[in-house]
Structure formats: C-alpha cells, structure tokens
C-alpha cells in the first residue's frame, strides 16, 4: 500500500456505527470546502462539498458541517461500513480563487 | 468513462536522469493541475494549468516542469531528478466553472529517485 498515511490521526470504529472526521482549516477568507476519501492506491475522490454560507449539507450516508465561527469542518458518515476504510483529507478554497488549500488527512479504520 | 490517466503508475529511476509522467483526461477539462503527496503533509501543488498554453507554478514548482500543448494531456517533466522528488504524484482536471464541484484525480504515480 501507500505510505502517505503512516504519520496521520486514526479513527477506529465498528461497523454500523456513525464516524465523524474533523478538519480545522485555516482562512477565515475560504469560502468553499470539499472532502475527499483516498484509498489505498488510489487518487482522491471527491465526496462532498459546502459553501460557506451553508452550516450543513447531507449527501447519501454522509453529512458535512460546517461551523465558520470555529473555523472547524466535519464529516459524518452514518452506519460505517468496511468499505469506507480509507484516508479522508478536507481541502479549502480561498477567496473565490482556483487554487484549493488540503489538510494531510485521518484515516479511517473501520472494525468487522 | 470520464477519467483522469498517468503513466506510469510506479517509477525507479536515478539521480539526474530525465523523465517524463504523462497525464490525459478525457472530460474537456480546462484546469489541470499536478500535486505531491508525502507522508503526513497535504497534496501540494506543483503546476497548474487554465487552458492550452497557459501554465503557472504553484506552491513547490522547484525542478519540475510541465507543458499544455493539448487540452487533454498536461504532462509532468523532470529535467534533472533528485531524491528529495521522491514522493507520489497525482494529476488532475477540473472545470473552470466557478471553480465548484469535483475535481478528478488520476490514480497517482509513485516516483522513487535514488
């Protein structure tokens, strides 16, 4: 596998339960957000997204807050499954720009 | 099926010897943009692109170079590599639209320079 995340924060958690991955971005100019899941071997895919003049979107199992007074995002995946097992980084837009800021990520470990 | 493409996936070469990581992709894209990833940090970018013959460095630019002759491809040369280049690199497109939305990730190439 990979070795990209063998310094990241590990989240454990059974299967069915609910996870929550947490991101602290750092402008306070960043207006967009986007979370992404990386497998093993594989390029980042794209999960969801919020704008920051939403606090909190849901997609299918998966819901993103967001929380600008704190500067803090998160992911909630509801009913975990094995499959969900892989690294989640959180990236920031700045200033309506192109150019998009990632956060070195968590991996999710999820038990049987 | 809308993708992003590199070759090669995994790379061994020595110090000082050029190579060249292509990258394809086949949604009418106009960015393009190349990153690394290394152990711990986030993806950094190195070149972006907003169309054909428009490149810009990003954040680590430094022994890189790349070339957008063609919408579709947007490939990644390294003239003189070094093993701090080490890492494992990813290409990707986007709309311009707003800048919103996905961004598509080719399936990354491990780069080894020893």
């Known amino acids: 596998g990979e070795s990209v995340g063998l310094h990241l924060p590990t989240l454990s958690v059974q299967e069915g339960d609910n996870s929550i991955i947490n991101c602290a971005y750092s402008n306070s100019a960043s207006d967009y957000f986007i979370w992404y899941k990386q497998e093993s071997g594989k390029g980042p895919q794209f999960i969801i997204d919020?704008?920051?003049?939403?606090d909190k979107r849901q997609g299918q199992r998966v819901t993103v807050l967001l929380n600008k007074t704190v500067k803090h995002l998160s992911l909630q995946i509801a009913a975990t499954q094995p499959g969900d097992s892989a690294v989640y980084f959180c990236?920031?837009?700045?200033?309506?720009?192109?150019?998009?800021?990632f956060g070195s990520g968590t991996r999710l470990l999820v038990r049987p | 099926e809308a993708q992003v493409t590199q070759n090669p996936r995994y790379l061994i070469t020595v110090t000082g010897k050029k190579l060249t990581v292509t990258c394809s992709q086949n949604m009418n894209h106009e960015y393009m943009s190349w990153y690394r990833q290394d152990p711990g940090l986030g993806l950094r970018q190195i070149y972006y692109?907003?169309?054909?013959?428009?490149?810009d460095k990003g954040d680590v630019p430094e022994g890189y170079k790349v070339s957008r002759k063609e919408k579709r491809n947007f490939p990644l040369i390294l003239e003189s590599p070094s093993p701090n280049q080490t890492s494992l690199y990813f290409c990707?497109?986007?709309?311009?639209?707003?800048?919103?939305?996905?961004?598509?990730f080719g399936p990354g190439t491990r780069l080894t320079v020893t």
């Open positions: 990236a920031e837009r700045v200033d309506s720009s192109y150019k998009l800021i």
């Open positions: 919020i704008r920051s003049n939403m």
């Open positions: 990707a497109s986007r709309t311009t639209v707003l800048f919103l939305g996905e961004q598509y």
């Open positions: 692109s907003m169309n054909v013959e428009v490149t």
